[in-house]
């Protein structure tokens, strides 16, 4: 998609995005102008696994999930709506960052290339898209939020596994 394309390049509004975010007290991260506080940027990686592992697994389940599930309407539906889709899409996000860092890892951490960064980028992207886009979205039922960022936020990891397959640099 050409607009994951532009929004993922190295330098990009994306990369700039997660430096702010994952920087902490100036130590980690990869800074706001996108130059990196660390030597090891794969560490963006995980970093970004965390936040998402948290937001599908802890702050979206709520206290009793199960209870009236067959009689819920209205907010509480898409509450729960939205957390099982995130447990849905999880999965193919946490394989498509474990190759990635084992892919990051394997050149001692150091995300030197264009390449390399993008891939950094487009997870990233993904997150950003399904926790400060889709959630909200879903939450609000905003439907022309909620499917775009949900397709592009899939369409993202296809382009990072089609990456890692060593495909060719269209598809994103």
């Known amino acids: 998609m050409p607009i994951t394309a532009?929004?993922?390049?190295?330098d990009s509004i994306v990369q700039k995005?997660?430096?702010?975010?994952?920087?902490v007290s100036?130590?980690?991260?990869?800074?706001?102008?996108?130059?990196?506080?660390?030597?090891?940027?794969?560490?963006?990686?995980?970093?970004?696994?965390?936040?998402?592992l948290f937001i599908t697994y802890a702050a979206s389940a709520g206290g009793k999930p199960?209870?009236?599930?067959?009689?819920?309407?209205?907010?509480?539906?898409r509450l729960r709506s939205a957390h099982l889709?995130?447990?849905?899409?999880?999965p193919a996000y946490a394989l498509s960052a474990a190759l990635s860092y084992a892919s990051l890892t394997s050149t001692r951490g150091n995300v030197n290339t264009p390449a390399q960064q993008l891939i950094v980028n487009l997870l990233g992207l993904h997150v950003l898209l399904k926790v400060f886009v889709y959630l909200p979205a879903y939450y609000g039922d905003v439907f022309p939020l909620r499917g775009p960022s949900h397709v592009m936020s899939i369409g993202v990891l296809g382009a990072v596994l089609w990456r890692l397959a060593g495909g060719g640099g269209t598809m994103v």
Do not use: C, V, W
Not at 6 to 10: F, I, T
Not at 28 to 52: E, F, Q, R, T, V
Not at 66 to 77: I, N
Not at 85 to 90: A, G, Q, V
């Open 6 to 10: 532009y929004l993922s390049q190295p």
């Open 85 to 90: 889709n995130l447990m849905d899409t999880f």
């Open 26 to 52: 100036g130590s980690s991260g990869l800074g706001a102008s996108g130059a990196a506080l660390i030597s090891d940027k794969a560490k963006a990686i995980p970093a970004l696994s965390l936040l998402y």
């Open 66 to 77: 199960r209870k009236h599930e067959g009689t819920l309407t209205g907010l509480p539906l």
């Open 17 to 23: 995005i997660l430096g702010s975010l994952l920087q």
